[in-house]
């Protein structure tokens, strides 16, 4: 089991800047993938940008440039810094962790992109 605790959400001017982070706990094996994707009212679930544990790094178009994804293996924390928010880049924003067998997903945290 793995535990996903998300923090770093809420509502921002567009232009600016938010972090989020999420921390994994439980029994986590040193290959996995840790991401964020993210869902607006009436749309799907989307991958938003992903982050391998050796560092490799997956990215939506939409946030290519603005959003950059890290992680600190020895926290088991993947963070993702999120720049030149757009109102379109409002969601709720999910954590996600998945290795070989398993898939967790963290309770979710808003993001509003308001003037």
């Known amino acids: 089991q793995v535990q996903l605790v998300e923090s770093g959400g809420g509502l921002v001017q567009p232009g600016r800047s938010l972090r989020l982070s999420c921390a994994a706990s439980?029994?986590?094996?040193?290959?996995?993938?840790m991401g964020w994707y993210r869902q607006a009212p009436g749309k799907q679930r989307e991958l938003v940008a992903a982050i391998t544990s050796g560092r490799s790094t997956t990215y939506a178009d939409s946030v290519k440039g603005r959003f950059t994804i890290s992680r600190d293996n020895a926290k088991n924390t993947v963070y993702l810094q999120m720049n030149s928010l757009k109102p379109e880049d409002t969601a709720v924003y999910y954590c996600n962790f998945r290795d070989s067998t398993r898939n967790y997903w963290g309770q979710g945290t808003q993001v509003t992109v308001s003037s």
């Open positions: 439980g029994i986590i094996f040193s290959i996995n993938t």
